[in-house]
């Protein structure tokens, strides 16, 4: 069973970083797609960035592209998301998933599997 582990949320002022990470466990084949999602209260999940495990392309939001890095470990199991300049707009609950085939991308309904997700608070 598929397993999605995320760490490393927290509260910051804005400007500041954070460095997510999200740990894998229970594949049995590697996965094409690893994701970042996020959600706001009363908002809808949205799709942060992605990367395709193949070959390490990425996809990223517009509202996180130049701060968000998102990347991946040699073995492909753990992903990170590098997020720089934070602000204010960028709170909220953020998700790991996976998804066994490409294309990757934003859209919350093409993944698999999901983390329980990891809190970012960022103050003004």
């Known amino acids: 069973q598929v397993q999605l582990v995320e760490s490393g949320g927290g509260s910051l002022q804005a400007g500041g970083s954070l460095r997510l990470s999200c740990a894998a466990s229970g594949y049995t084949f590697i996965m094409s797609c690893m994701g970042w999602f996020r959600q706001a209260p009363g908002k809808e999940r949205e799709g942060v960035a992605s990367?395709?495990?193949?070959?390490?392309?990425?996809m990223y939001v517009d509202s996180v592209k130049v701060r968000f890095i998102i990347s991946q470990d040699n073995a492909k199991i753990t992903v990170y998301l590098q997020m720089n300049s934070l602000k204010p707009e960028d709170t909220a609950m953020y998700y790991c998933?996976?998804?066994?085939?490409?294309?990757?991308?934003?859209?919350?309904?093409?993944?698999?599997?999901w983390g329980r997700g990891t809190q970012v608070t960022v103050s003004s």
């Open positions: 990367i395709y495990t193949d070959d390490s392309d990425t």
């Open positions: 998933a996976t998804r066994a085939y490409a294309p990757c991308g934003p859209v919350v309904a093409n993944y698999d599997y």
